[in-house]
T-cell receptor
Framework: AQKVTQAQTEISVVEKEDVTLDCVYETRDTTYYLFWYKQPPSGELVFLIRRNSFDEQNEISGRYSWNFQKSTSSFNFTITASQVVDSAVYFCALSGITGGGNKLTFGTGTQLKVEL | GAGVSQSPSNKVTEKGKDVELRCDPISGHTALYWYRQRLGQGLEFLIYFQGNSAPDKSGLPSDRFSAERTGESVSTLTIQRTQQEDSAVYLC???????????????FGSGTRLTVV
């Protein structure tokens, strides 16, 4: 069975602070994919990143960075110099190769509030 | 269309009534998925369509839930005899092909917020 845990239900920061959203996963697959999605108040999920289990290189995209550590089954997401527009719910998700790799198992999400 | 379109955006229904939710995927996307998002929860997989193959219904929570898709176009999710626990946002996503999340990623619609009173 697959499981994604996002222990932080809600985080509040002041603009320009850095913030890290935690994600811990469980899977028996040796090949799997990890994702982060952003859900702004409009409700539509926005894809942020996809990472496969064989690529542990950290990735940076502008103010966003991701730290994938297989040893601790974690795929944490950091926003540097946060902005009010970053306020949203962020979901971590997992897709294992078993079963065809066409379903995502989502965490419960972390609500990020960035205030002025 | 340019994105995945869902209608209605909001639906309030009385307990026991049937409801039908619609999803219009991106043109050319052969794979279509329905997810349910309860308040404060992550998304739960409901059903997956890929072209003309038999759908994967493994996530449907009960026989009150059913979904149809004609070819590679519109899909409807039907909930019969709605219950209060059915209240949730129902999200549809489409993808270029099978293994969507792995190869192409999903494109999600904005969802239908269903409230059963």
């Amino acid at each position: 069975a697959q499981k994604v845990t996002q222990a932080q239900t809600e985080i509040s920061v002041v603009e320009k602070e850095d913030v890290t959203l935690d994600c811990v996963y469980e899977t028996r697959d040796t090949t799997y994919y990890l994702f982060w999605y952003k859900q702004p108040p409009s409700g539509e999920l926005v894809f942020l990143i996809r990472r496969n289990s064989f690529d542990e290189q950290n990735e940076i995209s502008g103010r966003y960075s991701w730290n994938f550590q297989k040893s601790t089954s974690s795929f944490n997401f950091t926003i540097t110099a946060s902005q009010v527009v970053d306020s949203a719910v962020y979901f971590c998700a997992l897709s294992g190769i078993t079963g065809g790799g066409n379903k995502l198992t989502f965490g419960t999400g972390t609500q990020l509030k960035v205030e002025l | 269309g340019a994105g995945v379109s869902q209608s209605p955006s909001n639906k309030v229904t009385e307990k026991g009534k049937d409801v039908e939710l619609r999803c219009d995927p991106i043109s050319g996307h052969t794979a279509l998925y329905w997810y349910r998002q309860r308040l404060g929860q992550g998304l739960e997989f409901l059903i997956y369509f890929q072209g003309n193959s038999a759908p994967d219904k493994s996530g449907l929570p009960s026989d009150r839930f059913s979904a149809e898709r004609t070819g590679e176009s519109v899909s409807t999710l039907t909930i019969q005899r709605t219950q209060q626990e059915d209240s949730a946002v129902y999200l549809c996503a489409s993808s270029l092909s099978a293994q969507g999340p792995i190869n192409y990623g999903y494109t999600f619609g904005s969802g239908t917020r269903l409230t059963v009173v």
